[in-house]
């Protein structure tokens, strides 16, 4: 439920930041199990009127309760780990991670550009709004984890996400 919830949470950040989204059209290769990377859609730049379209980029959304102990484990697997996977089929991807337990002033979306990722090298996410070639604001990213905050909290019965009214 959460993993769907952060497909569409991304989509609409992506949206707000003037992308255009687009279907990725599906690989020949057959699903690898765990390894499977399948992404959810193709960011598009906004480009000025009138001008073509430039190709997009493959976005992948994941939900990670703990980012940084996923991209840890995922370093340890070396060659073997999802994003060298990903890279041999999709050298442009890029991960979104969506997390409700992100580490001290760390944002609930963060990125993993393979585009930018060298196999062998250390994998690591920078906040969404970090991003230096997605130009996606920082007020957009934060509207979007109070939204974020909101859902999950209803999901998961906890009040903590969720400001109380009173009325009278």
Known sequence: MKGRIAVALVESIFRRAGFRLAPVSPREAPPR?????????????????????????????????????????????????VFAHAKRAWSELVFVFVTDHPEADRSWFQVLDLGRWTPGAPAAAVDLYAHPGLDIYRHNVEEHELLARRIFALLTGSASGTAKTREG
Do not use: K, M, T
């Open 33 to 81: 199990g765990r390894d499977e990377v399948a992404p959810h859609f193709a960011a598009v730049c906004p480009v000025p009127a009138g001008a073509p379209d430039g190709p997009g980029r493959p976005v992948e959304v994941r939900y990670r309760p703990q980012v940084g102990q996923y991209l840890a484990i995922e370093n340890q697997r070396g060659a073997q780990s």
